[in-house]
Every structure is written in structure tokens, then in C-alpha cells.
């Protein structure tokens, strides 16, 4: 322990450095704030949260965290004309699911209407704000331009006690929508159109999720953001970059006020490849029925992400391997899915299943046996252990695993071709059975009782492992192979006139029915995550019911940025 700080960490943590650590251990070292650390994650409750607020969530509770130090999570509810509690809720459940406990320090920032009121009216007094009866396109009109100085409204120079009333009837619901703001008087020449007289209040005949009807004026975020910082005493108020230039409003605000001065400090936003990250056209993705909701797994929400099988410890890890920074950027999507996998190779049990089944008869194996193969759970985790696998006369294998005229380089079956059969036997295929079309419908080998377990005693080699499926054991299932949402990088970028969704991907879900799944798997419930061999990464989906089995594909085998790390040369 520090003697001069008690409240201080007795050494410096070893976290991964990023400016804003460095900003944190500085604070500490000169006993900025009485050695706190007090962060906070202030999400609206307008929309569901994204794998950007992910970043947010984990920079902001994590720094808390790693100085000893504590994180409020508070809602910044003040358009009510946007928010339900249908939001409120999902961001609750996701920051709990990745892994963050704000403990009891949850706030909205409507509990803090009545100070925020009050405040308003020193504001008024002291003659730094007014009542404006321009309209919003007025306002934008007399606010200028970058390179012209705004014009002053006909109406801030109405006397204290004219405003303080005005003020007191909007509150009390005299007047109707858009017909008066409060503005606080500060300059319309400055640079920053931020400063040229903001909005503070505006009318707002609307219920609140939270207050009801008690009031008809709200404070714009702007003015409640700053404030609601103050009064929880935040020591770091971490923001994305384009809050940079409202640092100088926020500040003028709490100086005015003389209040508690928190530390804002701005960092890079997260963006992604083939992504969208607006809220704002994530909700007309889903109420344009582009998608089948806020948890569709296409979606870069939480709840998506979640609901197609990643971990929070993936994402966790992934937030903190792209670090921050004052620059935007963008990071390529197949990073995020690397961690995803990187995470489940290590924690998803291994099953057998056929997504696309062609029945196999093995013609020398006795009708009416089984069998149970040992197959290994886990082989990245040795206290996995095995299971037992039935395998009988009748199996199903993927239908590209078989090719009557395999092409050069093509080892799986073929006529007069012997495979292994994983955990199994090597079989031989002999023929096959074709329907009107010409279309092979089953395939008959033979099997050699001498391989059992896939290995050979005269030491004879096959080239390809097949997986497969006990046709009388194989549980009936439906799964959902999920590609990118958008066929561009940049989603957003569009001509002729077309919006973002002239760039969704026609073939971004495919659903397969009919598929075949080792009977282990008829235990899984909703959330439980395999690999399925050969196949990729699979996450029991919520529509799953009894007598009806529903997998998401999570992610495939193949890995790109593995293959980057393991050369040495990652971007």
C-alpha cells in the first residue's frame, strides 16, 4: 500500500498499455482524484447493443477492475420518443453475459431530471440560458456554418425573469412540441458549433419508459451527459471520438454549475469489415424484416453474436487484442472470428454430424449389430474425455465425400476406393445406387473387421478420414449456415441512390433440413456449442424444442489468421 494514497494500488498493474492506461497511472501517481478510479458505461436504451459497445464495455470495466477502482452502469434516458424497456433489459443481460458485474451502481439518468431541472434554472439566473422560440430548422439555419459565424436568435436577450417563466410553463406543459427550447448563451462566433448556443431542453410530449407522464421537457444528452458524470463523481468519462468535440460543452457546463469536474478522454470507435455498426440501420434492418430480429445471428449485436455460439471470452479477447487509440480504423471481421475460434477449439466438445446425408450400406457387416466407438471429446483438453459413438451397417456420410468420377487430388470414397471411417473401420466402396435422374442415392462398401479403431495391423495407409453417422441412431436436426451480411467491406458505401441495403447478401443464411447428428447430441440445449468434426463450429439455437433439433453454424474450420500469426507476418 502507498502510505501517502492508502486507496492506491500497492504497485503499478501490468495490464496491456494503451494511452488511457497511461492516463490512469498518471492520475494515480500524482493523486489526481484521491487515488479512485470511476468509470462508467453509458449506453442509451434506444436500440440493442453491438459489438462496438462491446469495446466500450470492456475498456471501461476493465480499466475499473485492473486499478481496484469501480464501474456504474447508467442509462442515458432522455429521448423517450426512442427507448422502451424492451432495450433496458437486453443491455442488462448482455453486459452481464460478457462477464461484468456493476454491482449496485445502476443508474438512469432520468433519476437525475429534478437536479438536472434545477440546475437548468441556476443556469437561467445566472444568465447563461434562455428560451428560444425559433424552430429546429430556424436554429440550424441561424447556427452557421464551419467557415461563417453563426447569428444571435431574436430572442436571447429576454430578461432572467421572462426566461425563468417561460422555462417554468414549458415544464408545466403550456405550450406544444418544437414551439420553445432552452438554450444555454454562450457564442455563436466560436469555432466548435458545439458552443453556438445549444439546445438544452426541448418539449416533448411523450411517456418515459421510466417516469411516465411527470414530464413533458427533457434534457438533450448533451447537457445530461456531463452532469450525470458529476453527480457520480466518474472519475474517467471514456468516450468514442466523435464526443471530442463536445469535451468543450461538457466542460463549460460543470465549470458554470461549479459541480464536480470528471475527465473526459476520447478513444477510437470500433469498426468492422462487412459490418454496420449504427443502430439506427440496425433497426431498419429489423423492422424492415431484413433480418428475423435483433438476436438474428447475421446481426453484429450481442445478442446475435451470442445466439450464433461466440463466448464472451472471445469477444473479451478480441476487444483487447485491437487495444485503442485516437485514430479510427477498421478491422478486418475475420480477426473477430479468429478469436472465436481460437476460444471454442479449446472448450467445444467434438461431435460426428452430416449436413448433407448420403446413406452408406456396408454390405459385409451383420445386420442387426452395434457397435460403440470411443471418441475423443476434446483432444485440446485431455480431462474431456471420450464417448461412446454407435456405428451399425447403415451409415450416412456428407455427400461430397463421395464421387463416382473423382476429379485429380480427390482422396475421400470413390468406387474401389478404401477411407477411414473416424474411430471406425476402413471401408471400401463397391457400388452404388442411382435413382431415374442418374443421381447417386446410396453407396455399398465393404468394411475390414481387422481396422477397427482406423488402423490398419498389416500397416497399409488410406489417404482420407471421413465422419459419419448411424442411420438408426442419427438424430433428425435442421441447421443454419450463416456468411456475411453484406457483400462489401464497406457496407455503407453506395451509388445511384441505393441505401445500405442494396449491399446485403442474398446467400448471407442457408437452411438445411433432413441433417443427421450422432444421438449425444439430442441432450444439447439451447446455447451448448460443439465442433462438429470436419465441419466447423455449431451453437444449439432457442428454437430448438423436444422432437425438434435446430443448430447455428457459429463459424467454419478454416482460419486465415491463424495461418498469419503462425507466419509471423500478421497485419
Known sequence: MNPSNPTAPAETPTGPSNFIRDIVIEDLKTNKYGGRVHTRFPPEPNGYLHIGHAKSICLNFGLAAEFGGKTNLRFDDTNPSKEETEYVESILTDVRWLGFDWEDRLFY??????????????????????????????????????????????????SVEENVDLFERMRAGEFPDGSRTLRAKIDMASRNLNMRDPVMYRI??????????????????????????????????????????????????????????????????????????????LL????????????????????????????????????????????????????????????????????????????????????????????????EDAAAGTRAVPFSRVLYIEQEDFREDPPKQYFRLSPGREVRLRYAYFIKCTGVVKNGNGEVTEVHCTYDPATRGGNAPDGRKVKSTIHWVSAAHAVDAETRLYDYLFTKENPGETGGGQDFTSNLNPHSLEILTGCKLEPSLAAATPGDRYQFERLGYFCADPDSAPGKTVFNRTAALRDTWAKIERRGDRR
Open 109 to 158: 439518468a432520468s433519476d437525475y431530471f429534478g437536479q438536472l431541472y434545477a440546475w437548468a434554472v441556476q443556469l437561467i439566473k445566472a444568465g447563461k440560458a434562455y428560451v428560444d422560440d425559433l424552430t429546429a430548422d430556424e436554429i440550424r439555419q441561424y447556427r452557421g456554418t464551419l467557415t461563417e459565424p453563426g447569428r444571435e436568435s431574436p430572442y436571447r436577450n429576454r
Open 204 to 281: 416533448l410530449h411523450a411517456e418515459h419508459h421510466r417516469t411516465g407522464d411527470a414530464w413533458c421537457i427533457y434534457p438533450m444528452y448533451d447537457f445530461a451527459h456531463g452532469q450525470s458524470d458529476s453527480m457520480e463523481r466518474i472519475t474517467h468519462s471514456i468516450c468514442t471520438l466523435e464526443f471530442e468535440d463536445h469535451r468543450p460543452l461538457y466542460n463549460w457546463y460543470v465549470e458554470q454549475l461549479g459541480i464536480f469536474h470528471p475527465q473526459q478522454i476520447e478513444f477510437d470507435r470500433l469498426n468492422l469489415t462487412y459490418t454496420l455498426l449504427s443502430k439506427r440501420k
Open 284 to 379: 431498419q434492418l429489423v423492422e424492415g424484416g431484413y433480418v428475423r430480429g435483433w438476436d438474428d445471428p447475421r446481426m453484429p449485436t450481442l445478442s446475435g453474436i451470442r445466439r450464433r455460439g461466440y463466448t464472451p471470452e472471445a469477444v473479451r479477447n478480441f476487444c483487447a487484442n485491437v487495444g485503442v487509440s485516437k485514430t479510427n480504423g477498421i478491422v478486418e471481421l475475420g480477426l473477430l472470428e479468429h478469436y472465436v475460434r481460437e476460444d471454442l477449439n479449446k472448450r467445444a466438445p467434438r461431435a460426428m454430424a452430416v449436413l448433407r446425408p448420403l446413406p452408406v450400406v456396408i454390405d459385409n457387416y451383420p445386420e442387426g449389430q452395434v457397435e460403440e466407438m470411443e471418441a475423443v471429446n476434446n483432444p
